[in-house]
C-alpha cells in the first residue's frame, strides 16, 4: 500500500517561509515522479510544482521565483520551500508520487497523501 506522510504546514504572515516535506513508503515503481498540488475552498486544484528523476521540474506561474520543490538524498522524499508567501497561498496542499502522472495538470491523479494545511495571513 503506497503512503505518503506530509508535514511542514503550518500558520505564517505574509512574507513568510515555510518548508513541507513528503516521504512515501510502499511504492515499488522505478520511477519517482514527485511533486505538489493544493486545493483551496471555492478555487479549484492546482498543480503547484513537480520534480522527475532526472531533476527537472515544472511550476506553477503563479509560485514561480517563490517555491523551490527538491527531492532528498533518499528519492522517496520531497521537500517544498515556500518564500515569500501570500494570503492566496493559503490551501491544503497535498504530496503526490507517480510513475505516469508527471504533469501539474495530472498531479492529482498520481498516489497522494493525506495533505497538510499553509494558512497565510495578511
Known amino acids: 500500500q503506497v503512503q505518503l506522510v506530509e508535514s511542514g504546514g503550518g500558520s505564517v504572515q505574509a512574507g513568510g517561509s515555510l518548508r513541507l516535506s513528503c516521504a512515501v513508503s510502499g511504492y515499488d515503481y522505478d520511477r519517482y515522479c514527485m511533486g505538489w498540488f493544493r486545493q483551496a475552498p471555492g478555487k479549484e486544484r492546482e498543480g503547484v510544482a513537480r520534480?522527475?528523476?532526472?531533476?527537472?521540474?515544472s511550476y506553477a506561474d503563479s509560485v514561480k521565483g517563490r517555491f523551490t520543490i527538491s527531492k532528498g538524498n533518499a528519492k522517496n522524499t520531497a521537500y517544498l520551500q515556500m518564500n515569500s508567501l501570500k494570503p492566496e497561498d493559503t490551501a491544503m496542499y497535498y504530496c503526490?508520487?507517480?510513475?505516469?502522472?508527471?504533469?501539474?495538470?495530472?498531479?492529482?491523479?498520481?498516489?497522494g497523501g493525506q495533505g497538510t494545511q499553509v494558512t497565510v495571513s495578511s
Open positions: 520534480i522527475d528523476d532526472d531533476g527537472s521540474t
Open positions: 503526490a508520487v507517480s510513475g505516469t502522472f508527471c504533469s501539474l495538470g495530472t498531479l492529482y491523479l498520481a498516489f
